[in-house]
């Protein structure tokens, strides 16, 4: 192995803490930090700026790939969102998200830039560690965000925080309404791995319109294609490897989004195009159809997935996690709702696996196996 490379395997106990110790004492030190659990697969001859940060996306929304971003590309990521918030370096930070995705590992270097403290919370267990934690801003996956709502303790710590990030997915509309209405600071926002993290978002605590996720965050330009999206401007990725195939990014990432742009509600997130599917003769899209359903079942936690079928193209799996128990009552009133081929023809509980992070297309089709239907 390349002794550049300092690796750091995913699979391991308490991985996010042993993180956590080494971004501490050695951020910009290493030349290639690389969050993997196969750094021996990849080729570290690359002509890239370094130092920099090599790390595995999860998966959820297709297939994982390796994201390259340089140190000094990390940092201008971080700074656009403490411009656009206004932070400084009095606002002290809680980490909440696994430090190996984008989400958690930028709180991290927001905190390193503006040399505030930074306090990491374990994600499963926000709800009961906030109401102990010293610190000002957060971020937050949706499903945190009603776990911490349904928590008194949490719930009046929360109340006093400056910022509350909201990313990950798009939240329920009910939730957003839920959390305005007890005077949470939230700020709703859109970004990916490619893009550091945001890339547009909501002034806290006021979202001019459910459906959109805010507007860009300067010098950030997004501009709206056909069947995707060009992100544009500094602190992108510089590379991306997949398949073994490295595809350099010279400060421009397409998402595979599709997006509407108004200039007056912000930026709507209308789906993903590589995720559209065929059901009965009509293209489902599942992050569209997802929000109907999460705010008719009131669901923490749900996602869909195309089974393949020989008649129909493909039937429509729901796989979920609810607070209480869902009926019979449920779902018809549910049917009620959506359109006929809209409707899912399973209904899978997700196990807890004591994770409040979105989970692994790998970990879905794995429960699928376990019921029988893959």
């Not at 270097?109 to 010293?134: A, C, G, M, N, Y």
């Not at 400060?251 to 599917?277: A, C, H, P, S, T």
């Amino acid at each position: 192995m390349n002794n550049s490379i300092l690796p750091l395997p995913i699979e391991v106990v308490a991985p996010d803490l042993k993180l956590l110790e080494i971004l501490k004492d050695s951020f910009n030190q290493f030349k290639i930090l690389a969050i993997t659990d196969q750094p021996e697969s990849i080729d570290l001859n690359l002509d890239l700026p370094m130092p920099g940060l090599l790390f595995r996306t999860s998966g959820s929304t297709g297939n994982p790939k390796l994201i390259y971003f340089s140190y000094q590309n990390l940092l201008q990521a971080a700074q656009r969102t403490i411009d656009f918030y206004h932070l400084h370096s009095n606002d002290n930070i809680i980490g909440a998200l696994p430090l190996h995705h984008v989400g958690g590992l930028m709180s991290f270097i927001r905190s390193h830039l503006l040399d505030s403290s930074f306090v990491w919370l374990e994600p499963s267990r926000v709800q009961e560690l906030l109401p102990k934690t010293e610190g000002d801003v957060i971020s937050l996956v949706p499903a945190q965000l009603a776990r911490i709502i349904e928590t008194p303790l949490a719930l009046a710590r929360a109340q006093k925080l400056k910022l509350i990030i909201i990313g990950g997915e798009a939240p329920a509309h009910s939730l957003i309404r839920k959390a305005l209405s007890l005077n949470l600071k939230i700020s709703v926002s859109y970004g990916a791995s490619e893009t550091g993290g945001q890339i547009c978002a909501h002034s806290p605590g006021s979202p001019l319109n459910l459906k959109s996720s805010g507007f860009p965050m300067a010098p950030i330009k997004i501009h709206q294609l056909e069947n995707s999206t060009l992100v544009s401007g500094p602190g992108l990725a510089n590379a991306i490897i997949q398949d073994s195939k490295v595809t350099p990014l010279f400060e421009e990432v397409l998402l595979q989004d599709r997006i509407q742009f108004d200039g007056l509600q912000g930026i709507k997130i209308l789906g993903r195009n590589d995720r559209l599917f065929k059901s009965a003769g009509h293209f489902i899209d599942p992050d569209q159809l997802l929000l109907k359903i999460k705010d008719e079942l009131k669901l923490e936690e749900a996602y869909i997935y195309p089974l393949p079928h020989e008649k129909w193209g493909h039937l429509i799996c729901l796989l979920y996690k609810r607070k209480t128990n869902l009926k019979e009552k449920d779902k018809m009133k549910l049917k009620k709702k959506l359109n006929r081929y809209e409707f899912p023809s399973h209904f899978i509980e997700l196990p807890d696996f004591g994770s409040s992070f979105k989970r692994s297309k790998s970990q879905i089709e794995e429960i699928l196996h376990l019921n029988g239907l893959l």
